[in-house]
């Protein structure tokens, strides 16, 4: 390690002394931050880390420790370069305040940046085949904890309650049905951790870290720069949507990593250099990628067009040079249309699953409305983007909300710094990004954001083109005055280095690990002795933990739990069950219910009853109260 950053001229020894104090120095830092972590962490248990004399003490300990052993690397500026990023913690250092989410995630960011580094000093050379699993391990460190340390491992609301109940069962979800999606699901929902809610928000976090990692090699290949890779790769994944449809059950990130998947596909396709019998491959897979794509999410139509332009190039380019036989044949098209259309088939989930769940054929025409959409149709007006300028507002608001001025500043550098150095890949990736974003300036739902994760991808690879482009500038100007493997560690602490504090600062709102869902509520209300065979109305926040808890861990299967759209339906119902003499309990305020029916209490519910109650209830539930009266 030594050798690599000292290839120019070795450092004097008076150099030498400085960078080596420099090193220690940065270390004190980091060992400051860490006894104030210990001490707020454990507080009071460790009041002794809060004096001033055995903090210091520790701190330069723990400095000396890492110094000594090492200090042929820390007395160079490659040294000093990896522990640079320690400094990161006098942020907190100097704050009054005691926020523990923010230190831990800010000291952990830190010390990410510092294996990178090290990893870096260790590897130099950015055409080194090991950057192809380097980059995604490192990928994965980022990325993995922060994910496992905030997702929630109870059950969500709206559409993740639904997949958190649906994807183990292997039943049906809303339109469009998302068979691939439920599926894998089902597949996590096996794993021996935690509940089965956490298992399935597992998979959300699955695919994005693999969607990230994919990030990374697409924007190694366009660049050759590993460093500048890691960046848009790791600020994909901390940006605030991509990271709060990572921690629950949704379909985002996972249609997140086709895309990636289908673009180094297309990338690839498109790539003169590539020989045309694996071009042939590469459009093979991108078929099967493509229909695969649409069993999740079916805005992976927008795939097609850079596809088809990929297509194109590789045409020309095979009638350039007069191949023989060419690119485009009939059996080629044969086995494109074979890929596309058997991963397609993956939509036969539909038709059997709901026979086997609803006791019913599914039918042609309920079929093609459930694949396509059709209850959604409303919401999609394709004339938008020229009737509603205010679209425009909405959507660049969404944009500059998950990244900023200071990347999106670094995706405009990508941008003129990819064009000039692959102008087919930046055309592909153009028209990409153009088409999710023109999805979503004509669809008016409330959660717009989520549909621009497409968006946000080529936008990550546009951050690392920009990265790269700076470091190849950066070396080329101070090529005399630093190594260009430190000058190329620096603009990376330049563009990584904030991700950390973004994470720091945005940690406490994203963060779902405390959230129980309603579960405790639910948990207390389905222990208590309700009559067999009753029906609980609840309202649409009640449900999920309700019914999620029955259907999924098996409590109280006796009585019916369910949703009505609106009171009038759950008047009808009511009436309906207490006619027929089936007790009903009420989680929800239904009006009118005065004089016509006799309530009482039933813990949090409300028991509904045609008739007065005029004895004890034939079961009873012990409740042990503890009051806090004072002893004499």
């Known amino acids: 390690m030594t050798t690599v950053v000292s290839r120019s001229t070795s450092p004097s020894r008076a150099a030498s002394s400085l960078w080596l104090l420099a090193s220690l120095a940065l270390l004190v830092i980091g060992g400051?931050?860490?006894?104030?972590?210990?001490?707020?962490?454990?507080f009071p248990a460790w009041l002794w880390l809060g004096r001033p004399l055995p903090v210091l003490l520790i701190a330069v300990g723990l400095a000396l420790l890492v110094v000594i052993p090492g200090w042929p690397v820390w007395r160079q500026p490659g040294g000093v370069?990896?522990?640079?990023p320690l400094a990161l913690n006098l942020v907190y250092l100097i704050r009054p305040d005691v926020d523990l989410a923010f230190s831990r995630a800010l000291f952990g960011g830190s010390l990410w940046l510092v294996v990178v580094l090290l990893v870096w000093l260790w590897v130099p050379d950015a055409s080194d085949t090991r950057w192809r699993w380097l980059g995604p391990v490192l990928v994965v460190l980022a990325l993995l904890p922060v994910y496992l340390l905030t997702m929630s491992h109870a059950v969500g609301e709206a559409d993740t309650f639904e997949f958190q109940v649906v994807a183990p069962q292997l039943g049906i979800a809303h339109p469009t049905g998302y068979p691939l999606y439920l599926i894998l699901g089902k597949l996590f929902s096996l794993l021996p951790l935690g509940t089965v809610a956490w298992r399935v928000n597992m998979a959300s976090a699955v695919y994005a870290v693999l969607a990230a990692a994919v990030i990374y090699w697409l924007a190694r290949r366009l660049t050759g720069q590993p460093l500048a890779a890691l960046v848009g790769a790791v600020a994909w994944g901390v940006a605030p949507v991509v990271w709060s449809q990572a921690i629950i059950a949704e379909v985002y990130t996972l249609h997140a990593l086709?895309?990636?998947?289908?673009?180094?596909?297309?990338?690839?396709?498109?790539?003169?250099?590539?020989?045309?019998?694996?071009?042939?491959?590469?459009?093979?897979?991108?078929?099967?990628?493509?229909?695969?794509?649409?069993?999740?999410?079916?805005?992976?139509?927008?795939?097609?067009?850079?596809?088809?332009?990929?297509?194109?190039?590789?045409?020309?380019?095979?009638?350039?040079?007069?191949?023989?036989?060419?690119?485009?044949?009939?059996?080629?098209?044969?086995?494109?249309?074979?890929?596309?259309?058997?991963?397609?088939?993956?939509?036969?989930?539909?038709?059997?699953?709901?026979?086997?769940?609803?006791?019913?054929?599914?039918?042609?025409?309920?079929?093609?409305?459930?694949?396509?959409?059709?209850?959604?149709?409303g919401a999609l007006q394709w004339m938008a983007w020229l009737r509603d300028p205010a679209r425009y507002g909405i959507v660049g608001r969404l944009i500059f909300e998950n990244w900023g001025w200071v990347y999106l500043l670094w995706a405009a550098v990508g941008i003129a710094y990819l064009w000039f150095r692959d102008r087919r890949a930046m055309l592909l990736l153009l028209v990409t990004a153009a088409g999710f974003t023109f999805y979503a300036l004509n669809y008016y739902v409330p959660d717009l954001a989520v549909f621009l994760l497409p968006t946000h991808v080529v936008i990550a690879v546009w951050i690392a083109a920009g990265v790269a482009g700076i470091i190849a500038w950066a070396t080329r100007g101070l090529s005399s005055w630093l190594p260009p493997v430190v000058v190329a560690g620096l603009v990376f602490l330049l563009a990584a280095g904030p991700l950390a504090?973004?994470?720091?600062?945005?940690?406490?709102?994203?963060?779902?690990?405390?959230?129980?869902?309603?579960?405790?509520?639910?948990?207390?209300?389905l222990e208590r002795s309700l009559e067999s065979g009753g029906a609980i109305l609840a309202d649409s926040e009640k449900i999920a933990p309700l019914y999620y808890l029955q259907q999924i861990e098996g409590v109280r299967p006796d009585l019916d739990i369910m949703v009505l759209p609106d009171e009038a339906a759950y008047r009808a119902e009511l009436d309906r069950r207490t006619a027929a003499g089936q007790p009903v309990y009420l989680a929800r305020y239904v009006p009118g219910l005065a004089g016509a029916y006799h309530l009482r209490s039933t813990g949090p519910l409300v028991r509904v009853d045609s008739q007065p109650q005029t004895g004890l209830p034939s079961r009873r539930h012990r409740q042990m109260l503890t009051l806090g009266l004072p002893v004499w």
């Open 501 to 525: 504090l973004r994470t720091a600062a945005g940690w406490q709102a994203r963060d779902q690990s405390a959230r129980d869902g309603g579960e405790t509520w639910a948990r207390g209300v």
């Open 258 to 377: 086709f895309v990636a998947i289908a673009l180094w596909l297309i990338v690839g396709l498109a790539s003169s250099a590539n020989s045309t019998d694996k071009r042939h491959r590469l459009a093979i897979w991108l078929a099967f990628v493509i229909g695969l794509g649409l069993t999740n999410h079916l805005t992976t139509v927008f795939l097609i067009p850079p596809a088809l332009i990929a297509g194109i190039y590789t045409l020309l380019d095979s009638r350039r040079i007069g191949e023989d036989p060419p690119f485009l044949t009939w059996r080629f098209i044969a086995f494109l249309a074979a890929a596309f259309l058997l991963s397609l088939l993956l939509y036969l989930y539909l038709p059997v699953r709901w026979q086997a769940v609803n006791r019913e054929p599914m039918g042609l025409t309920r079929f093609v409305d459930w694949v396509v959409g059709g209850r959604f149709q």
């Open 32 to 42: 400051l931050a860490l006894t104030r972590l210990l001490y707020e962490w454990v």
């Open 81 to 84: 370069l990896a522990l640079l």
